[in-house]
């Protein structure tokens, strides 16, 4: 408990707000990252969700504080329709109030009552929003993408409070490909509902499921395929890297050719080649 910052600040959310730092947003996520990826899968359910008249939770993994800003990229984008609120430190919000333009509300995350005010929060907006979406970072705080899913109770209790919500989890993983700045990847997937539709199912179900996208992704971005994948942000695939055009050179400086390979196959018949090129270079040298 930390005083008076344990009460619970609203959100007063602006949309013209909204679309300005939607734009500063991508703009920014261009500048830093070589790419945003998403899977082809996660971006058809969640124009699914966008088309729901009840309520939903979209659950995020937490491993870097560009999360909420990858997350607001997508939901504008792919989940236009709705309308978007989220909880966060409310010592933080108080520092940056204009958050709270962009459907951000306080809570003290410490405070034992913190829960009970979401929810009641919550169940309040929903009345005056029907298709309210709810996001959250069930983890609480940074986590490594490597470490096992553990969730605090709050996201939980929020679905166990709304008989017709659907609940939707995330994955975001920042890795580096063949290109010198890093690539953003996420993989969403829909929770299937317990058959006790309890805290403690939701509990369950939510922590499984993030779990489960969480190593599905970390398996897409281990084989390095482009085409599990496609680009929300940056340039399409058929455009060299900045990396790929130093190392193009070099190759041909040195009579050779050929791109870097993205994928482990690619790397695989590139390592191969280079193989059999030192043994033959090697059986010339022998035979002189």
């Given amino acids: 408990m930390r005083g008076d910052c344990s009460e619970l600040i609203p959100a007063t959310p602006r949309e013209g707000f ?6 500063y947003t991508r703009r920014l996520l261009r500048k830093r990252f070589h790419r945003v990826h ?28 560009w999360d909420p800003l990858v997350a607001l ?15 966060i430190d409310s010592q933080q919000l108080r520092r940056f109030g204009f958050f709270r333009k962009l459907g951000l509300f306080g809570i003290d995350p ?3 009552s913190s829960v009970a005010a979401m ?26 993408a490597r470490e096992p899913i553990r969730i605090r ?33 996420v993989h ?3 929770v299937e509902p317990p058959t006790r539709r309890s805290t403690t199912g939701w509990h369950r179900a939510i922590q499984s499921s993030m779990q489960r996208a969480a190593d599905e992704l970390a398996q897409l971005v281990i084989a390095r395929e482009p085409a599990a994948f ?21 190759m041909r400086l040195r009579g050779r050719s050929g791109e870097i390979g993205s994928s482990r196959e690619e790397a695989a018949v590139g390592t191969s080649r280079d193989r059999g090129e030192h043994s033959v270079a090697a059986a010339g040298g022998g035979g002189r």
């Avoid at 996660?42 to 491993?63: K, Y």
């Avoid at 990229?73 to 909880?87: A, D, N, V």
């Avoid at 680009?231 to 990396?243: F, H, L, N, Y």
């Fill in 38 to 65: 998403i899977t082809p899968r996660s971006t058809a359910m969640l124009a699914e969700l966008d088309e729901f008249d009840g309520p939903a939770v979209m659950c995020c993994t937490h491993a870097s504080w």
């Fill in 188 to 190: 969403a997937m829909e």
């Fill in 119 to 144: 929810k009641e929060y919550i169940d309040g907006l929903r009345r005056v929003h029907p298709r309210l979406t709810l996001g959250i970072t069930p983890q609480g705080r940074f986590t490594d």
């Fill in 73 to 87: 990229h997508f939901q504008r984008g792919l989940l236009g329709r709705r309308i978007h609120f989220s909880p």
């Fill in 110 to 112: 410490d405070s034992a």
């Fill in 230 to 250: 496609t680009i929300a942000i940056g340039p399409k695939e058929g455009r060299a890297s900045d990396v790929n055009r130093v190392h193009g050179l070099w």
């Fill in 153 to 185: 109770p709050g996201a939980a209790a929020v679905a166990a409070g709304m008989p017709n919500v659907r609940v939707v989890v995330a994955a975001i993983e920042y890795a580096f490909w063949q290109d010198a700045r890093p690539s953003v990847f």
């Fill in 18 to 23: 909204a679309r300005v730092f939607t734009w």
